[in-house]
């Protein structure tokens, strides 16, 4: 551990550190690790309650410490969390059963997704400047110095912006941008292929699931699916979930339920960080096999 002594007399020694600015920066250090609370919580329900006036806060200390780097991260990976977890999910259960409630759940979580892609490139600007717009113009070179150290941020600017692709209005006029998110992502996984347990293969998983035309190839994600698995020790429902609902689907059923299946026996115990997203994901994996039974 390091001496809190001596870093405490050094804080109090700069006259521009007001009790008020030492209390500010403590609370915002506390707020950053909200995100690894939350995942590793087994009550969905209280998280979907707890989470929005914690993004909030985090916001409102943003306002204070606008450079803050563990608060931005924290509302980069928050809001995409949030976004999925909780709103694209839900309008994806509800499906025909409240067309007008779920398109309302749909647009929401589009929101957020843009929010937090907004808060992810600032938290990259801070490391390479510039990089928002060189991202659009030149993705792979914009890339080239990021180091492991941006790992974090690769990932969840990659879900933020792919998530706001998906859900956009016209999401055909954003195509162009889908090779921005393949760079970040790309990156990543040269930087660390194996950061959290495969997240970043799970990633590809659904990247890979595009159509031909848009990149996407069906052989790179079996290839993503077996690392992301072999990663994870076969704890993670969302990479089973992803490789059913990204690239199999229900038009292939045996092979479909066999992944969804795999997802639900998942023990949402065994790896305590990835309790909240097992949750979600066996929630979902559980509506799916409902929907390929026909509803039964």
């Not at 990089?131 to 659009?136: D, F, K, P, V």
């Not at 393949?182 to 890979?208: K, T």
């Amino acid at each position: 551990m390091r001496p809190v002594v001596v870093l405490l007399l050094v804080v109090l020694a700069a006259p521009a550190c007001s009790p008020k600015r030492i209390g500010m920066s403590r609370m915002a250090d506390a707020l950053s690790s909200t995100s690894t609370a939350f995942g590793r919580d087994n009550d969905p329900e209280f998280v979907r309650v707890a989470a929005p006036s914690t993004l909030k806060m985090v916001e409102m200390m943003l306002d204070d410490q606008p450079q803050h780097a563990g608060l931005l991260m924290t509302a980069c990976s928050g809001f995409t969390q949030y976004a999925y977890g909780f709103l694209q999910v839900d309008a994806e259960l509800l499906g025909a059963g409240d067309p007008a409630a779920a398109r309302d759940l749909r647009d929401r979580a589009g929101r957020m997704y843009e929010r937090a892609l907004g808060y992810c490139l600032r938290h990259l600007e801070m490391r390479h400047p510039d990089i928002r717009g060189a991202l659009r113009r030149d993705p792979k070179g914009a890339l080239a110095r990021a180091t492991v150290g941006d790992v974090p941020a690769l990932y969840w600017t990659s879900a933020a912006w792919g998530g706001a692709i998906t859900l956009a209005g016209n999401p055909l006029l954003r195509i162009p941008e889908v090779g921005a998110v393949r760079a970040l992502l790309q990156r990543a996984l040269e930087l660390d292929g194996r950061w959290e347990r495969g997240a970043l293969h799970e990633a590809m998983i659904a990247l890979e699931g595009l159509p031909v035309l848009l990149g996407g190839s069906r052989e790179r994600a079996r290839g993503h699916f077996e690392r992301a698995v072999a990663l994870s020790n076969g704890q993670s429902a969302f990479t089973y979930v992803t490789m059913a609902s990204s690239v199999v689907g229900p038009r292939e059923p045996a092979e479909y339920e066999k992944l969804l299946r795999a997802a639900m026996a998942v023990d949402v115990e065994a790896v305590p960080d990835l309790r909240l997203t097992n949750l979600i994901a066996q929630r979902r994996a559980a509506f799916l096999l409902k929907e390929l039974s026909g509803g039964r």
